[in-house]
């Protein structure tokens, strides 16, 4: 089992910024892929930003230029820094990971999720 723990999240104004931390711990063999998601009231959930474990990474349109994901593999640890925060940034935000557990199985995991609200 892995455990993914965020932290991070808060009440900003608009044009701030905060930097979200997600900690994965538990019994695995390996994280691989590592990103994260939101969800807004009344809206589905949808892809942020994921990193690969080689470091390769992908954002949703809106937040490009102004998100920034990174991942430290010695500490099994998946960050996103979020500037020019927007009101409609707004929203409950997600870790994900997949884990290749010790045997041998590719997993998928999802943290409790962390409260972003940006105020105009």
């Known amino acids: 089992q892995v455990q993914l723990v965020e932290s991070g999240g808060g009440l900003v104004q608009a044009g701030g910024s905060l930097r979200l931390s997600c900690v994965a711990s538990?019994?695995?063999?390996?994280?691989?892929?590592m990103g994260w998601y939101r969800q807004a009231p009344g809206k589905q959930r949808e892809l942020v930003a994921a990193?690969?474990?080689?470091?390769?990474?992908n954002y949703t349109d809106s937040v490009k230029g102004r998100f920034a994901i990174s991942r430290d593999n010695a500490k099994n640890t998946v960050y996103l820094q979020m500037n020019s925060l927007k009101p409609e940034d707004t929203a409950v935000y997600y870790c994900n990971a997949r884990a290749l557990t010790v045997l041998f199985r590719d997993r998928e995991y999802w943290g409790q999720g962390t409260q972003v609200t940006v105020s105009s």
């Open positions: 990193i690969t474990s080689g470091g390769s990474t």
């Open positions: 538990g019994n695995f063999f390996r994280i691989n892929d």
